[in-house]
């Protein structure tokens, strides 16, 4: 079975520019999560999706940070313009469906540098 | 609000000797807790998880973590510790009662010395 995948692994940009990643969950997983991982912390969480709604936002800053899950499978998530403080590592995770005893399936993440 | 500790930055241990990762935590409800394993360049691997019953739970490569109520603890274990082991740990608690996102700790690092 495959895992979760994320694009591109690495991405460099100035600041001011757009960017994207792409996150594609394993298969029949529901449940999508996008978090961001600062150096020295743990994930925090930016959004959470069933299927294509997104259910909980409330930690994405949506002045500059969007997503989407259109088809209720892969997920981009997009950040325009970038700030150097967007710099950090940003992981996708699914599960089969949201229940609080599930674990989470993590892709790679993306490290962002925002120059 | 529901909070984790990882009172250690750091664990240095020498291979063979018995590893001890430290985690407590904070909910309102029950606790489900899980530990998470993440190597160099790669993201979170799960490693185990308390859900209910048996305060001590068996997870992946050895690893095991006791369940303490009332010290609000669950520590990560482990009898012999392998070289490869060295990696960043990461605690997390979600509160069985209502909708709770996770919240992970800020992780420990684990360091195996041979």
């Known amino acids: 079975e495959a895992g979760v995948v994320q694009s591109p692994r690495y991405k460099i940009i100035e600041k001011k520019q757009p960017v994207a990643f792409w996150c594609n969950p394993i298969?029949?997983?529901?449940?999508l999560y996008w978090y961001l991982q600062n150096l020295g912390q743990g994930p925090e969480l930016l959004i959470r999706?069933?299927?294509?709604?997104?259910?909980?936002d409330s930690q994405l800053p949506k002045d500059r940070f969007s997503a989407e899950r259109l088809k209720g499978v892969d997920s981009t998530l997009k950040i325009q313009p970038a700030e150097l403080g967007d710099s950090a590592v940003y992981l996708c995770?699914?599960?089969?469906?949201?229940?609080?005893?599930?674990?989470?399936?993590f892709g790679p993440g993306t490290r962002l540098t925002v120059l | 609000a529901q909070s984790v500790a990882q009172p250690e930055d750091q664990v240095n241990v020498a291979e063979g000797n018995p590893l001890t990762v430290k985690c407590t935590y904070s909910?309102?409800?029950?606790?489900?807790l899980f530990w998470y394993v993440q190597y160099p360049n790669r993201g979170l691997q799960f490693l185990l998880k308390?859900?209910?019953?048996?305060?001590l739970v068996k997870g992946s490569y050895g690893f095991e973590a006791e369940f303490n109520k009332s010290q609000t603890s669950f520590h990560l274990k482990k009898p012999s510790a392998l070289v490869s082991d060295s990696a960043l740990y990461f605690c997390a608690v979600r509160d069985s009662g209502g909708y709770q996102k996770v919240t992970f700790g800020i992780g420990t690092k684990l360091q195996v010395i041979p």
């Open positions: 308390y859900i209910t019953g048996d305060n």
């Open positions: 999706y069933e299927n294509e709604e997104a259910v909980d």
């Open positions: 909910v309102s409800g029950n606790p489900y």
């Open positions: 995770a699914s599960s089969p469906r949201d229940s609080p005893y599930n674990e989470q399936f």
């Open positions: 298969s029949g997983h529901n449940t």
